[in-house]
Nanobody, 128 residues
């Protein structure tokens, strides 16, 4: 059974940090590009970051550049999203997803329809 499970969300004050994990089971994560998405109440799901399935290269949306870092540990079949300097506008449910193709022609898969498997999400709340 193919499954992605996110963990690590929670409540944090502005300026704080969290590390999200995305654990895969039922398939080998190595062969997939992994994306992190988020969805705030009343808003569309948006791509946050992606890590390649080939060379480990990464992509970030502008609003998180310099604050978030995506990484993967293929031995643990896990992808991480380290988040620093969190802001209230980062509050959302965060999802990880797997894309079988990966980036191509310098285009990164940053839309939900480009992904094959999804986790159930983990809530991140940035508030005082």
């Amino acid at each position: 059974q193919v499954q992605l499970v996110e963990s690590g969300g929670g409540l944090v004050q502005p300026g704080g940090s969290l590390r999200l994990s995305c654990q895969a089971s039922g398939f080998t994560l190595d062969y997939y590009a992994i994306g992190w998405f988020r969805q705030a109440p009343g808003k569309e799901r948006e791509g946050v970051s992606c890590i390649s399935n080939t060379d480990g290269s990464t992509y970030y949306r502008d609003s998180v550049k310099g604050r978030f870092t995506i990484s993967r540990d293929n031995a643990k079949n896990t992808v991480y999203l380290q988040m620093h300097s969190l802001k209230p506008e980062d509050t959302a449910v965060y999802y990880c997803a797997a894309n079988a193709i990966g980036p191509y022609s310098s285009k990164w898969p940053m839309f939900p329809y480009e992904y094959d498997y999804w986790g159930q999400g983990t809530q991140v709340t940035v508030s005082t």
